[in-house]
């Protein structure tokens, strides 16, 4: 139940959770979750989960650290936390985002504008815990007393802070309670960045003491710098995969489609998020069709991790997002391309085109784009013949946030869709103030112990409340529904809360990429590329 | 007391410079960040501002000229700077103390402004304050010194009532945030009050203002707008170490974070820069990352731990 918390709770040294959410306190949804009594409960966490890990935070536990064995290793946690605070405020360490986490530090107002923003804090009920300033705030404590060594006179100023490995142990967990989608810092007055905070706080932990969440490093960034994917796929395997979506796209399509490898000095290297190709290959199936109907010289390659745009060192290591960085840029390089477009993924946009900009230097800097304005131009070039007659659906778009408001591609999608969807209506707010679809920052692909509960009713509550609304006026069974959602991590966590809610079942809301709307309109394709079946 | 008030107001504007260039070096010294701009940003093509369209929107953009949108950009920032905008649109409730408040500032400043304009043009111009322009400033000063005290204060007070009764801020209001805000009030009462209950043959605001200037020490300064002048003197000393310096952040947070989205060009300041960058010597111990103390940026982003792990 919602309860006042003080941030002193949070080195409080029992391992009770600081708050516990039930459904009622739960920013309401519309029909047909209208009904509090018939949301779904919510898993507890097991009585072996808490013993075994750090759960004291809420209903949920993220990144499951392990409960340290002596208070010696708790000391020596805490030492290395502490270690790590200050290597975050010097430039030899983090020279990567110094200047921006100093003036967050010395000049939020706490004024709250942020709370209002946040999708988290409002779905949750308001509830403190996740309030974007509450994180924030027990960093700036902790940078004015343990960085800038302050005394007395600072902890008057700036609010007095106690360190424990309790507090270190809430604190891993509070930093994965975020999307890292920076609607919040959208809004500050001063300018101050709440999402930058928890992304700093996840390097820290990552950096210094080697905890993070196990899907985004052992089995994310790790797996890809080894075996070239997160997916596991090899470049035999990736080929393997890519060359039976060659053969079932062009049997379902009519059109005989070869998707090119390692072409040097073609046009465009295309990047896809390698998940794709194992949960939605009609995804990279309709990339290869209209890039080969439009006559586009396009190459995908099979080095090291160049055939899997991802780079989840963008939500908690700067060393893993510049290693993976260079690779695809290298891949690049080596193949000679004019120019690397991103597929449908939204942070694989944000990092390689904004994010990794400064870090390519020399013949590393070869230009990036979204494959959203490639699909644009293509759309708008008449290269493609389009009827939208076949796109008679209500479909709605769903705006990533490192698309739209971190990366400022906002016309290209709604050109195409304005263009072959007659019933195209947006979610409202939308462009750069749209809503995350609760999945960002990793979650998406964060399943371990009861996280999806924590997922679906409260980071996604939000963005399903938009999408309730957007087809409010369809919500029956007998009209399939399409939300376009150009991006794997955003789909990902679509096809979870669908399901979770059977909205697909119960709704038929089924949810989807762009390319895939545009190859269902084109009319030199067999009619029905969308199968309305559920993925 | 005519001296001390004096010496009061140089240490006073003294110390808020130093405070204030020491920030700006601070922040302005910082490394060039990765890249973290938010949109909209206001610089970008007018088609593309209202919607927060930036140059991603084009295929081949690098081939593109690329024009600075100073209108585009000086529509952001002149409501913002002037009337808050940003709080209007996000936290209404806020922007009436926030505004009140702030713009008794700009007040306060346009009416020290004017006080010494008109200090200057009396000095230059022989019988300049009993004619029009005078005149004019004359009256200039006096509105916007009346504005600022009472905008001031009401926004002040209801600043601080927020802080008081706001059980949303319970956790974010230090005793100094308090003391910030009874300090202004203080100091406002103190400079009004002794304004209005000056003595006969006391000095005037402009004499008070000669006086500083010129280090002229015998204008006979009340000893309430003394005591007055003297507070607002260490506030003003007091403003730039503390969070209320935020006027030097906002002008990083905005133009140097937020709406930053200078391309790392070849050859140019931001590749230059960031080479420099790439041979720090980080120690972060976590074992992945392989930092020693002896590697730079540079190799520990071309090592790979997954391959190295496997050998």
Same mark, same amino acid.
């Given at each position: ?20 959410? &039930? ?12 009904? %509090? ?89 308001? !509830? &403190? ?49 975020? !999307? ?46 080894? %075996? ?27 059109? &005989? ?168 209506? &947006? ?30 009713? %409260? ?29 794997? !991590? ?46 | ?8 107001? @140089? ?15 601070? @922040?302005?010294?910082? +490394? ?6 938010? @949109? ?12 927060? =369209? ?22 952001? #920032? ?7 905008? =940003? ?5 209404? *409730? ?11 500032? @700009? ?13 200057? #043009? ?32 009401? =926004? ?18 230090? +005793? ?15 400079? *009004? ?5 000056? +003595? ?27 005591? *007055? ?14 969070? #209320? ?21 070849? *050859? ?44």
């Amino acid at each position: 139940m919602k309860r006042e918390l003080n941030i002193e709770e949070m080195w409080r040294v029992d391992r009770e959770p600081l708050t516990h959410v &039930e459904n009622a306190d739960l920013m309401p949804l519309p029909a047909p979750l209208d009904i %509090v009594e018939k949301d779904r409960s919510w898993a507890p966490l097991s009585p072996q989960a808490t013993k075994k890990y750090e759960c004291g935070l809420d209903d949920t536990c993220a990144v499951s650290v392990r409960q340290p064995e002596s208070p010696e290793e708790e000391k020596r946690l805490v030492a290395t936390f502490l270690s790590g605070l200050d290597k975050l405020f010097m430039k030899e360490n983090n020279w990567t985002f110094l200047q921006p986490l100093l003036l967050t530090m010395e000049h939020c107002t706490r004024c709250q504008t942020c709370a209002d923003a946040c999708h988290v804090f409002e779905a949750s009920g308001r !509830n &403190e815990l996740y309030r974007p300033a509450f994180r924030s705030e027990i960093l700036r404590r902790l940078y004015f007393k343990y960085v800038k060594h302050g005394g007395l006179l600072s902890a008057w100023q700036h609010g007095d802070i106690q360190v424990n490995w309790p507090l270190v142990a809430r604190l891993i967990e509070l930093s994965y309670r975020c !999307n890292l989608c920076r609607r919040c810092a959208q809004t500050c007055p001063i300018g101050a960045d709440n999402g930058l905070v928890a992304h700093e706080l996840r390097k820290l932990f990552s950096q210094e003491m080697g905890i993070s969440a196990k899907e985004i490093h052992e089995q994310g960034s790790m797996l890809q710098l080894k %075996v070239g994917s997160s997916t596991g796929m090899s470049p035999e395997v990736v080929k393997d995969n890519i060359a039976f979506i060659d053969e079932d796209i062009s049997e379902r399509t009519g059109i &005989e489609i070869h998707t090119p490898w390692d072409v040097e000095g073609a046009d465009v290297l295309l990047i896809h998020n390698a998940g794709e190709i194992m949960a939605w290959p009609e995804n990279p199936g309709a990339f290869a069709l209209i890039l080969t109907m439009a006559g586009v010289k396009w190459t995908m390659s099979s080095e090291l991790a160049a055939y899997d745009s991802i780079n989840y060192g963008l939500w908690y290591d700067d060393a893993q997002f510049a290693r993976v960085a260079l690779k695809h840029a290298e891949a690049a390089r080596k193949l000679k391309v004019k120019k690397i477009v991103i597929g449908e993924c939204g942070h694989a946009h944000k990092a390689l085109c904004v994010i990794a900009d400064r870090l390519l230097g020399g013949d590393l800097n070869i230009p990036r784009e979204s494959s959203l304005t490639l699909l644009r131009d293509v759309v708008m070039s008449g290269k493609i013949k389009l009827d939208a007659a076949r796109n008679d659906f209500p479909v709605t778009l769903h705006d990533p946030c490192n698309v739209v408001r971190l990366m400022g591609v906002v016309e290209p999608q709604r050109e195409v869709l304005r263009l072959i969807c007659p019933q195209f209506r &947006e979610m409202e707010p939308h462009g750069v103030n749209n809503y995350c679809c609760g999945g960002g920052s990793g979650f998406a692909i964060m399943s371990g112990l009861n996280f999806p509960d924590w997922r679906f009713h %409260v980071s996604g509550r939000k963005k399903l409340q938009q999408v309730l609304q957007a087809f409010s006026d369809c919500l029956e069974p007998e009209t399939p529904k399409y939300l376009c959602a150009p991006c794997s !991590n955003c789909k990902g966590q679509f096809r979870d809360m669908l399901a979770y809610y059977k909205l697909w079942d119960q709704n038929r809301i089924l949810y989807g990429g762009l390319v895939e709307l545009i190859v269902n309109a084109m009319a030199d394709v067999k009619p029905g590329f969308i199968e309305w079946e559920w993925r | 007391m005519t001296v001390a008030v004096y010496v009061g107001i @140089y240490l006073g504007f003294l110390i808020f410079l130093i405070g204030c260039v020491r920030r700006v070096i601070q @922040y302005a010294r910082a +490394p060039i960040h990765l890249r973290w701009e938010l @949109y909209p940003v206001p610089h970008e093509e007018p088609g593309r501002v209202a919607h927060g =369209g930036s140059y991603f929107e084009s295929s081949d953009w690098w081939t593109q000229p690329r024009h600075f949108n100073w209108r585009g950009e000086l529509r952001a #920032m002149i409501p913002e700077i002037l009337f808050l905008k =940003g709080l209007w649109e996000f936290n209404r *409730g806020l922007w009436y103390a926030s505004f009140l408040f702030h713009f008794g500032l @700009y007040c306060t400043i346009a009416s020290m402004v004017l006080v010494v304009g008109q200090v200057i #043009m009396s000095a230059a111009v022989a019988g300049w304050t009993n004619g029009l322009g005078g005149l004019a400033v004359a009256g200039g000063y006096r509105v916007t010194g009346y504005a600022a005290l009472l905008l001031t204060l009401a =926004g002040a007070l209801a600043l601080l009532w927020r802080r008081m009764r706001d059980a949303e801020l319970k956790n974010f209001t230090s +005793p100094a945030d308090i003391f910030n805000l009874v300090f202004f009030i203080l100091t406002y009462c103190i400079l *009004g009050a002794g304004y209005c209950l000056r +003595p006969e043959g006391a000095a005037s605001v402009t004499s008070i203002a000669r006086g500083v200037l010129t280090f002229d020490i015998k204008a006979e300064v009340a000893p309430m707008i003394g005591f *007055g002048l003297v507070l607002a003197s260490v506030l003003i000393a007091y403003i730039p170490l503390t969070h #209320m310096a935020h006027f030097i952040a906002k002008y990083f947070t905005y133009h140097a974070v937020r709406w930053d989205d200078r391309a790392n060009l070849r *050859g140019g300041k931001i590749e230059t820069a960031v080479a420099g960058y790439l041979r720090y010597k980080p120690n972060w111990a976590a074992k992945h990352v392989g930092a020693t103390g002896e590697k730079t940026w540079a190799e520990i982003a071309t090592a790979n731990p997954a391959r190295e792990v496997r050998k």
